[in-house]
């Protein structure tokens, strides 16, 4: 087993260490965006409005449809929704793409190789910083599409990136003077 601990990152401190778990699980994140919508689709959820099925005030038999009725089927259409599981819900609410899932995966993947050099490096100021700013970009992103864009809401998707992202961001920040010298 010990032989195995000296490919872990020698420098002092947990935070080595979590770099390169978190970049590993990065890395794996990555490689399962290019093949699957899954996970993306769960950071994403979008509204209860499916957004790939024609709405029904588009369609030439809705223009004598009675507002009462279109309120009932769009009613009726949330209520259906709402029974549905919320893997089925998201993939027929996300506004994710199989493009957007891919460049989520490109973006990951690129987040997971700078942050494995930041474990291995950790006292190179330059290096830090170019990690702790995959931090900073990375929780702007999620949370504004939370906040801002409400392409994302709080749940199972994306607690844990919201949680890594500003978690180790502040952690970053508050250890700078412990690894990098000024």
Not at 13 to 21: A, C, D, F, S, V
Not at 37 to 65: A, R
Not at 85 to 108: E, Q, Y
Request: proline fraction near 5%.
């Amino acid at each position: 087993m010990n032989h195995y601990l000296e490919y872990l990152p020698q420098h002092p401190g947990l935070l080595p260490k979590w770099l390169l778990l978190v970049s590993v699980t990065a890395i794996g994140n990555a490689i399962q965006a290019y093949f699957t919508m899954t996970y993306t689709q769960q950071i994403y959820p979008g509204t209860w409005e499916p957004i790939n099925q024609p709405s029904s005030s588009i369609s030439s038999s809705s223009t004598s449809t009675s507002t009462s009725e279109k309120e009932g089927k769009s009613n009726n259409s949330k209520k259906d929704l709402s029974k549905l599981s919320n893997a089925k819900r998201a993939a027929l609410c996300s506004p994710a793409t199989p493009l957007s899932s891919r460049t989520l995966g490109t973006w990951t993947f690129l987040s997971g190789v700078i942050r494995f050099y930041a474990a291995y490096n950790i006292t190179d100021p330059i290096i830090y910083q170019i990690a702790l700013w995959t931090y900073i970009i990375a929780s702007w992103h999620f949370v504004s599409e939370w906040l801002i864009f409400r392409s994302a809401s709080m749940g199972r998707g994306l607690a844990f990136p919201v949680a890594v992202g500003v978690g180790s961001m502040i952690w970053m920040l508050s250890s700078w003077g412990y690894y990098v010298e000024s």
